[in-house]
Nanobody, 122 residues
Framework: EVQLVESGGGLVQAGGSLRLSCAAS????????IGWFRQAPGKEREGVSC????????FYAGSVKGRFTISIDNAKNTVTLQMNSLKPEDTAVYYC???????????????WGKGTLVTVSS
């Protein structure tokens, strides 16, 4: 059984930082494209950042570029999202997802975690 378990969400003031982690079991993250997605109330789920070890590539949404950093620890089978300079508009439930074909599309990711809530106060 594949499981992706997110952790690290919480409440932070604007300008602060949080570090999200996604621990995987049942798959080897090195073989997959891994992404962080988020969904704010009343909005569609959107891609935040993705990483593919096989392709050696990373993706960042324009709204987080320069503030968020995605990384993968293959030894721990974990992917992290370091979020700095957080803004109130970053408030959302953040999900970790994996796709064997290396995609970064909220509509086609193969496996999903249950999400972790990030709240940024102004």
């Amino acid at each position: 059984e594949v499981q992706l378990v997110e952790s690290g969400g919480g409440l932070v003031q604007a300008g602060g930082s949080l570090r999200l982690s996604c621990a995987a079991s049942g798959i080897t993250l090195d073989d997959y494209g891994i992404g962080w997605f988020r969904q704010a109330p009343g909005k569609e789920r959107e891609g935040v950042s993705c990483i593919s070890s096989t392709e050696g590539s990373t993706f960042y949404a324009g709204s987080v570029k320069g503030r968020f950093t995605i990384s993968i620890d293959n030894a721990k089978n974990t992917v992290t999202l370091q979020m700095n300079s957080l803004k109130p508009e970053d408030t959302a439930v953040y999900y970790c997802a994996a796709d064997y074909w290396g995609g970064c599309d909220a509509h086609t990711m193969e496996y999903w975690g249950k999400g972790t809530l990030v709240t940024v106060s102004s």
